[in-house]
């Protein structure tokens, strides 16, 4: 909603969300043991005091995957992954939960799974049918002229133009620009519909007549000596003021301002991971996965370094200098899948369609991303992490330091083995611009749903890489 009071909404959203997990449980149960007649191991008092656990649990996990944002400026698609991603992160944690406490629970052991697998498929129906009944809902609203905002920018330039594009383009959204005030662009002119229809020095009078809800400031850079002015007859008039700069290509669409004693400060670029409780997350869930992902793999591991011992004579582990977390240098474990050759020959460049130093049991573990297996043990000694922008060599990093505008934030964080990036297909030679996009966007808007959201993605379309020769 764009009204002020999108907070109440979000907390009623969670009660009537928490009705939904609740309903769509007991549906799951009738279906399982009224509609289809199974047999169940235990009584409907155990299944449903489950409740106590699932419903707190999958609203803490909707709340991650960033639910209950302000939905008028969420598009469709993006809200049902998120409600998918949510309940299959939820149901997998919940059998796991159930698993491993079935020594010590007694009814877990007769827990029709298949129930849940029922209100896994109605919990999600019901809520992207929820959620998108309310968009209609609002969307039929503002549609006849209720629950809309009324708009007047002030200032005609680059930041109005393309704030105007996204108004029209998401009628949606309940905006309506009444026009433009401007002293550098005749009245009477019009950008897509939008007329300038007087001077900023007559804000004041504008205000009076016109009675806007809010009031947009986009002046252009030249006249920012003219933003005090505006914001105090702004404010003595009582209408909603926000600020819309004319500097989106220098400041990235997500910084965050910080209160210095009274004095706002505002950073460039907002790196969630700089904050300590975010950071031990993210390192607390590197050393489980990791050490979980070493375990797991250990038998392929094995067999690799086998294969490498008997077919290639040299090291089994290659390592090679990465820049790494705050521009430092690190070794990178991998595989070894080329012929052991001295620093002097070995190429400042990436491999190539049928190059001669790759080994036949190199082209399959560089082909299955089974070489970077090693980097588990980076991940341990806090070299990388499991999500991040990939590492390169630092005769690459003195390179595109100076071809790639912001090249140089990915080094903020921690490099993983694998990233945001790597997982829409930017592996191996393919566009480094496209890449950096990529990992800035990953930078940030890290949370730890989106880390999961991407090892998750890692293990349908992430291992096998169509670039590696």
């Known amino acids: 909603m764009i009204k002020d009071n999108q907070r109440h909404f979000n907390r009623l959203h969670v009660i009537i969300d928490a009705f939904i997990i609740a ?48 939905k008028s400026v969420r598009r469709k698609r993006v809200e049902v992954e998120k409600i998918i991603q949510a309940n299959t992160i939820g149901i997998v ?3 796991t939960a159930m698993f491993l406490a079935r020594d010590n629970v007694e009814f877990t052991t007769n827990f029709s799974r298949l129930m849940l697998v029922w209100f896994y ?71 897509r519909g939008v007329e300038v229809f007087g001077r900023t020095e007559e804000i004041a009078e504008v205000l009076e007549a016109a009675k806007p809800d809010e009031i947009a400031i986009t002046l252009g850079l030249s006249e920012y000596s003219k933003l005090e002015h505006i914001v105090a007859v702004c404010e003595k008039s009582g209408v909603h003021t926000k600020f819309i700069p004319d500097y989106n290509n220098i400041i990235p669409t997500r910084p965050y301002t910080e209160d210095l004693m009274g004095l706002p400060v505002i950073n460039i670029r907002h790196v969630p991971l700089t904050n300590t409780f975010n950071a031990f997350m993210k390192r607390s869930m590197d050393l489980v996965g990791s050490v979980f992902a070493i375990i797991l793999f250990s038998p392929v591991m094995l067999v690799t370094a086998i294969a490498i011992k008997l077919t290639s004579p040299g090291p089994l582990i290659y390592t090679q200098e990465r820049v790494g977390l705050h521009n430092k240098t690190f070794r990178m474990y991998k595989f070894r899948s080329m012929d052991v050759q001295s620093p002097k020959k070995e190429r400042g460049a990436w491999t190539v369609p049928d190059d001669p130093r790759v080994t036949k049991v190199g082209k399959i573990i560089r082909r299955t991303s089974i070489d970077e297996l090693p980097q588990l043990f980076n991940i341990l000694k806090g070299d990388m992490s499991l999500v991040g922008p990939r590492p390169e060599r630092p005769f690459f990093v003195e390179k595109f330091r100076e071809e790639i505008p912001r090249y140089m934030i990915k080094h903020q964080v921690r490099p993983g083995m694998t990233g945001w990036a790597q997982i829409n297909g930017y592996r191996g030679n393919t566009s480094i611009r496209k890449r950096i996009e990529y990992d800035l966007y990953y930078i940030e808007n890290w949370t730890l749903g989106f880390d999961i959201k991407i090892l998750f993605l890692t293990i349908f379309k992430g291992f096998i890489n169509k670039n590696a020769y």
């Open 121 to 191: 498929l109605i919990n999600i129906a019901l809520e992207c049918l929820f959620r998108n009944f309310i968009r209609l809902a609002l969307q039929h609203i503002r549609e006849k002229g209720f629950n809309q905002k009324h708009m007047i920018l002030v200032g005609y330039s680059r930041a109005a133009e393309e704030y105007i594009d996204r108004i029209k383009a998401n009628p949606e959204w309940g905006y309506d620009i009444m026009g433009i005030l401007d002293d550098n662009v005749q009245s009477g002119m019009k950008y």
């Open 93 to 95: 944690l919940f059998m």
């Open 23 to 70: 309903v769509s449980y007991m549906l799951a149960w009738t279906v399982q043991f009224q509609v289809l007649n199974r047999v169940s191991g235990f009584v409907f008092r155990h299944y449903m005091s489950m409740l106590v656990f699932l419903v707190p649990g999958y609203l803490i996990l909707y709340a991650v995957f960033g639910l209950y944002t302000t």
